[in-house]
Nanobody, 116 residues
Framework: QVQLVESGGGLVQTGGSLRLSCAASRSIFNFDVMGWYRQAPGKQRELVATIKSGGNTNYADSVKGRFTISRDNAKNTVYLQMNSLNSEDTAVYYC??????????WGRGTQVTVSS
């Protein structure tokens, strides 16, 4: 069973930055894609950013230019650097991993709250 553990969430003021981490219980070389999703109150979960095993990245339009996803294979960790945060970024952020056999894994989430 794969475990994904998120950390780094918290309360930040508008315009501030946070870095989220997602630590996997096994080598992230096992995963075709890893990514971050978020779910705000009353809204559906949405894609934030993904990174493929080859390094290709994809971002939601709402975060392009502000968020950066990266991976450290040696630490089995994926990061999400979030800059210029605003109130619309307030949500629970979930780490996701997809294996080469298309098995999906989710973390429990970390809360990000942006205050004005």
């Amino acid at each position: 069973q794969v475990q994904l553990v998120e950390s780094g969430g918290g309360l930040v003021q508008t315009g501030g930055s946070l870095r989220l981490s997602c630590a996997a219980s096994r080598s992230i070389f096992n995963f075709d894609v890893m990514g971050w999703y978020r779910q705000a109150p009353g809204k559906q979960r949405e894609l934030v950013a993904t990174i493929k095993s080859g390094g290709n990245t994809n971002y939601a339009d709402s975060v392009k230019g502000r968020f950066t996803i990266s991976r450290d294979n040696a630490k089995n960790t994926v990061y999400l650097q979030m800059n210029s945060l605003n109130s619309e970024d307030t949500a629970v952020y979930y780490c996701n991993a997809v294996s080469f056999r298309s098995n999906y894994y989710w973390g429990r989430g970390t809360q990000v709250t942006v205050s004005s």
